[in-house]
C-alpha cells in the first residue's frame, strides 16, 4: 500500500528537503471548531518557517494521505462521526473505505510507511491513572517501542499517570528524552512531572543521539518531551484541580475507551474556560519548530 502524498510533500521529497509528520486526531477529537482547522494551519506554518514540509496525516475515504491539501484539511475538522485511528483499526479504515484520522500511533505508521523520520504532536497517549483496574493504556506507548520514528510531544497529557507511563516506556525500551530540562515536561505544565529519564539540549543532540541508535541498529521510536513556552504555562497545581473534577465526571458518565481522551480535553478546556486549549495551542507550535529544527538536522 503505496500512500498519496500531496503535491507539496512530494515536492519536498523529490528536493530532499526535510518533512515533519503531524497527526490528525487533534483536529477531529483533540480541539473544538473552528480553534482545531486554525491550529493545524499555525501548525503547519511553523514547520514551513523551519525550513521543513509539514505532511498531516489522515485516511480520507479509504486513501493514506501524507499531507493534506488545505480544502481537505478544512474539510476533515469540520467532519463529524471521524474513526479515532490507531494501530488496531488503521487497515480497516482504509480496507472499508472509511474516513478517519490518526493518532499518534497510526501517524507513526504512516510516516514510517513514507519515510518521514521525525512527527510533532500535543501530548502523546499513555497509562490512564487507575489503570491497575481499566487496563487503559494507550496503543501509542507499543507503537513507540516497534516505529522508527522520533515523536515531539510536551509529555505525556497530565490527565495519565506520568510515573507508570514512564514505567512502560523503559520497559519498552523508548529513550525518553526531555529536552532542556531535568523533569518530564507535565503538557500543560512545566512542573509538577517527574524526573525525566533523559536530557538532551537542542536538536544537533538528538539528531546525534538518533544516528548513534541507527550505528547500533537500535530500531523502535524514541520521544522527545520539549516543554510549553513559559508564558503558556499553567502551573500543575492550578491545572490539578481541573484535572479531578474532569477525571471525576468522567468516570461518573462511564466514559471508556477511545473516548477517553477527547472527553477529558474537552471537559478541560470547559473548566479552564478555554486555558487549557490555548496552552494546548501554543505547546503543539512550540513542538512543531524543534520537530522542523530536528528534521533539518538529520
Ligand atoms: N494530545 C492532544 N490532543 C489529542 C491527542 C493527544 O493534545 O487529541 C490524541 C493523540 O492522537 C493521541 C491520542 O495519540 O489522543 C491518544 O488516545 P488514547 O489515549 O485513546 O490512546
Ligand atoms: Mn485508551
Known sequence: MTPILSPAVQAA??????????????????????????????????????????????????????????????????????????????????AQGRTGSTTVAATMIAAAMAGIAVFATGGIGGVHRGAETSFDVSADLHELARTDVIVVCAGAKAILDLPKTLEVLETLGVPVIAHGTDRLPAFWSRDGGPEAPLRLDGPEAIAAHQRMRA????????????????????????????????????????IAGKAVTPFLLARMADLTGGRSLTTNIALVKNNARLAARIARSL
Request: proline letters at 7%; hydrophobic letters at 45%; a negative charge.
Open 13 to 94: 521529497r523529490d528536493a530532499g528537503r526535510p518533512l515533519v509528520a503531524l497527526e490528525s486526531t487533534i483536529v477531529t477529537h483533540g480541539m473544538p471548531w473552528p480553534q482545531n482547522v486554525e491550529t493545524a494551519r499555525a501548525v503547519e506554518e511553523t514547520v514551513r518557517a523551519e525550513g521543513a514540509e509539514p505532511a498531516t496525516v489522515a485516511v480520507l475515504e479509504g486513501r493514506l494521505h501524507v499531507g493534506l491539501e488545505p480544502e481537505a484539511l478544512e474539510a476533515l475538522a469540520r467532519t463529524e462521526g471521524v474513526m479515532k485511528l490507531s494501530r488496531a483499526d488503521f487497515a480497516y479504515a482504509l
Open 215 to 254: 550505528a547500533c541498529g537500535l530500531r523502535g521510536g524514541v520521544l522527545v518531551a520539549n516543554p510549553v513556552p513559559e508564558a503558556d504555562a499553567i502551573p500543575a497545581d492550578e491545572i490539578g484541580r481541573a484535572i479531578e473534577t474532569a477525571l471525576a465526571e468522567a468516570g461518573a458518565a462511564g
